[in-house]
């Protein structure tokens, strides 16, 4: 390649060159890099190979750095720009300032790179023009990207220059750049076509397109090829399934505990956002966490961080702590009580105090001076943690030391600040920095459309190419009128410019490479999708690729089975067992359940949310009755007035389950409504006074002793009680009949009792479908019960079926065996430890219901 052999001459020849963007620049380094091993050197000068505007921001250092400097502006950093803008649009309309100044920050450079005069145009461009004038007010003195290229232009005569420069893969040359290379001796340089075959072909979705190429992509690099590109199109929406198809595909097995870490030998283009990395993710929520309460998710996973200090040293205690904390703290936690919690974790604890002392001294403050505060607050917490970093860790803090240092800089252009402000303006840094650990050079390379023109390659695949993905639907810019966006020839700013853009791109894939893949998805879900215009004209062939098996296949295939029914766990040792009667309940739902919750204490980690759970809900009507009954004592208070009973009972019911403020005045408010409505029905019953209220009982059953609470037991007038259970929720005397009874409760409470029991009931508690619900001996016992006549043949059955059910549970019984199937596992938690839906077929039961 004479440009090689041009640049082989080293820094003598004074040869640049420039390229439209960084990912050229890198190729073509290397690229002769190679040119220069296969000519057996060992040792050579590095070329001068780098983007447009690198090359045009390094010319106006070496200005700023001679005689000329002190007259210069100097250069405002894009963050800077940006914050520029936001500044000036804060008086305008717009809902979104944000991606309003991005389109501003835009539309500058587009006028100065595309040279467009001023016009008469919509509203928009005219509130746009204004915001333009204050803009370039505001950067008297200073100088932005946009019009870098002019300023330095001016400065050329006084400067150093290249005596060759080497335009190499631009598109288009944009007005202001073709000016800027006229001021150097210079060429334009296309990268050599590529002689190949170039076909089409489809596939019946987008996840079966992404796994050939994936597949293709393989056999071609254990063919020898070194140099593979696969193209996706919207490659910044689908990169996590990008990486998860070729990691699976490339390196099966890669991601196992204990898998050596090794590069994989595939490249994404495109970088995640800096704050999904998770040491800057960690970095971020302790910053949020020092200035104002945060969701207990990003608590939970604050706690468990391996980047705060003794993370290592107490893992485990703090794995701990983190469930300890799922039942006793809120939906949103504070630091001040995080604090308080965390004793079991000293050195967590030490550091938090440290954050929370330091955090204290907030106030206003310049962004440098947020950047110094920032660093102390994470110093203070032991961060990065106390283990050494890995490869890509390190460079992820190095990455967000230069954004806390972008962000100090705003210093410039800002004035004080306040702590939200700041920690605003940092996450969006963040957020909006693309960043990707820089690893060995990988033979594979996945790119986005554009990010792929100008390349070379043994083989090329490019997917997605739909009627709908290409050519790219055109984006013109907002603020500029269209015509003049049109005439300047703007890519993508008209449909006309899209289609001519698409077809060149397209043009040039067909010439990069030896053999060409040009691939369409023929279905999304139950649409049709047809290929795009721009690749009919190249033939249709089919493609056979490996079917590389699966590690999980791969596994199944070694297998060595025996068989094993292993239904049936050691019996019982202990007479108490821990679960109360809960334990029925969940052996009469499912063996496996009761097995894995009251013996393998297996449960579900607990998720706080926001308010009161079911669980939280049902204590405070539990609390509210227990008192109301303690103040009433009988029927004959239902005579009196009422409220000062009400008000007491909500109040204590409120005060023991901890609720403050205004949520508690609202919690006493709707418990007092509850009370009355069903004191009402309390109204209608026979004289009664109630003789057990929450009292705990011991029940023996098949040689189990269980423990149980009675919600309430009445005596009745006529002699003998009546059971009585509280109920939210939905509840049904159907729960207590047949084999296996769903709610085995009060029943096994009235076979045990020693009292007489007349009547068992459910009181069901929800606002306008209050009442009793059970069965009872004779009639008008409670209002609405039915009357059972063979009482004496339902204690029987009871009793039977407690005592089965606690034999079996005695017995080691645990088998998986959902009562009612699927309807039984839907709410539990244990579905993956007992694995159910290798059993039951889930579609089956779908169909069936």
Partial sequence: MELFQRLAEG??????????????????????DSFQVAKGLTVWEAPDILPFGVFVERLWEDALYSELGDKLPLLLTPQQELLLWEQILEGSDLLILPQAAAQCRDAWGLLHQWRIGAARGNEDHSAFSEWARQYQKETLGDIDAARLPDLVAGLLDKLKKPKLLVAYAFDLLPPQTAEFLRHFEYVEVKPEAVQGSSFRTSFASAKEELECAAKWARARLEEGRARIGVVVPRLETRRKEVVRVFSRVLRPGHHLPGAQKAPLPFNVSLGEPLSNYALVDAALTLLDFSFHPIDFAR???????????????????????????????????????????????????????????????AGEKTPSEWARHFSALLEAA??????????????????????????????????????????????????????????????????????SAGLRFDCLWVSGLTDEAWPLAARPNPFIPIALQKKAGIPQASAESSLAFGRRITEEWSRSAKEVVFSWPGKEEDRDLAPSPLILDFPRASLSVPDYPRYRDLLFASKKLESLEDSKAPPVQVKQVRGGTRVLSDQAACPFRAFARWRLAAQELEEPAPGLDARQRGALLHDLMKHLWLSLRNSKALEKDLEPAIASAAAAAVKENGLEGRFAELERERLARLAREWLEIEKTRAPFEVAALEERRTLNVAGLELSGRIDRMDRLAKGGHALIDYKTGQATRNAWLGERPDDPQLPLYAVSAPERIDAVAFARLNPGEMAFRGFSKEKNILPKVE????????????????????????????????????????????????RVYENIDSLKEANDE
């Fill in 11 to 32: 820094h003598a020849a004074r040869i640049t060159v420039v390229t439209p963007n960084s990912r050229i620049s890198r190729v073509l380094t290397s690229e002769f």
């Fill in 299 to 361: 608590a939970s996973g604050l706690i468990r961080s391996p980047f705060l200090a003794g993370a290592e040293s107490e893992m485990a205690r703090r794995a701990t702590l983190d469930v300890r904390l799922r039942r006793k703290l809120e939906a949103t936690v504070a630091l001040p009580k995080l604090i308080a919690f965390a004793e079991p974790c000293p050195l967590l604890r030490q550091a938090l105090e440290k954050v929370f002392a330091l955090a204290g001294e």
């Fill in 382 to 451: 032991g961060f990065p943690g106390e283990r050494a970093l890995d490869s890509e860790e390190f460079q992820t803090r190095a990455k967000w030391h230069e954004v806390l240092g972008e962000f100090a800089k705003l210093d410039r252009v800002s004035k004080t600040i306040k702590t939200e402000e700041a920690i605003n303006i940092l996450k969006k840094l963040c957020a909006d920095t693309l960043f990707q650990p820089e690893s060995a050079d990988a033979p594979i390379q996945v790119l986005g459309v554009l990010e």
């Fill in 787 to 834: 009357l059972y006549r063979d009482w004496r043949g339902l204690f029987d059955q009871w009793r039977k079926e407690t005592r089965d059910l606690g034999a079996a549970f005695a017995a080691g019984d645990a088998r998986v065996d959902p009562k009612y199937a699927l309807k039984t596992c839907r709410l539990c938690d244990l579905q993956t430890l007992c």
